[in-house]
């Protein structure tokens, strides 16, 4: 899937950046400040079927600069809370697995804008395109699980056995990580040096422990008999009957978690250079 994306994203930067409208066009440089608001949701071994029971709200600041009518460089730093819990499942191992986690999401991105129009503020003729957008970014989460009361960090316990390395050979997941930004949007000229417009962005990550789930079950001795690590790692008793035996499939390892964003965004524009001719 990412492979079959940065083709596709390749081709279109090729086919902006030398198609003759692009390479003539003597048009104003601009900047341009703005924020967003709107949702969040994860997808992932909780939540395979991308279910949207649990949107929780997001935002961000950006800035971007444009390097003509078709491509703007884009910068900005993003929040998101991300959560799920197999109760919204009605499959038949998840609704028994009883497992669940929630975690806030700080990320750093660059992207590249590629507009399908040209776009210039303040032009007339030339106030809204839709785009396509593609970047790299740098999140920063931490999955936790509330028991008897209290949220505890999973990383640190070691759910899957990854503080047991002499035992399970596993080790720690590291809770900074990249991802590849991938999105459509819509950008709209409304008036003076204002813009407006709507962006869905999904995050293809690279690891698969935004929820504390990959592997397999692990032996509960070597967690700790009644730990919390071991509550918090086999939750299936709470319903009555307990399913985490050593070695069952806990989660699923050979996809990467993810999660999306959306929203509405303002920017205000400053232009460089000569005014757009409207």
């Known amino acids: 899937m990412l492979k079959k994306i940065k083709i596709f994203s390749a081709f279109c930067l090729l086919f902006i ?4 409208e692009n390479l003539s066009a003597q048009l104003a440089k601009y900047q341009e400040y703005g924020f967003w608001l709107g949702t969040s949701n994860y997808f ?27 491509i703007s460089l884009k910068g900005g730093v993003s929040y998101g809370s991300l959560n799920f819990d197999d109760k919204h499942s009605s499959d038949p191992f998840p609704s028994t697995r009883n497992l669940s986690f929630r ?57 899957e056995g990854q503080q047991n390395g002499d035992f399970t050979n596993g080790e720690p997941y590291k809770l900074t990580q990249f991802a590849v930004p991938v999105g459509l ?32 079950f692990v032996n509960p001795n070597i967690l700790g008999q ?3 690590t071991a509550e918090l790692a086999d939750r299936s008793d709470e319903l009555g009957t307990t399913i985490g035996f050593e070695g069952r499939q806990r989660g699923d390892s050979v996809s990467n978690d993810g999660y999306l964003f959306i929203g509405i965004f303002v920017t205000y524009t400053i232009f460089k250079g000569n005014c757009p001719q409207k």
């Open 44 to 70: 992932g071994d909780l939540n395979p079927n991308y279910n949207f029971k649990t949107i929780r709200p997001a935002g961000g600041v950006f800035y971007k600069y444009s390097v003509g009518p078709y």
């Open 185 to 216: 949007g819509y950008k709209h000229w409304v008036s003076n040096l204002w813009n407006v417009g709507f962006e869905a962005g999904y995050r293809f990550t690279f690891t698969d422990y935004l929820d504390d789930i990959s592997g397999t």
């Open 17 to 20: 950046t030398f198609s003759p």
């Open 226 to 228: 009644a730990s919390v």
């Open 103 to 159: 975690s806030n999401v700080f990320e750093g991105a660059f992207q590249v804008e590629f507009n399908f129009l040209k776009y210039i503020p303040g032009d007339k003729n030339n106030f809204f395109s839709p785009y396509l957008t593609l970047g790299l970014s740098v999140f920063r989460f931490n999955p936790q699980a509330k028991y008897e009361g209290d949220w505890y960090n999973l990383r640190d316990l070691g759910t």
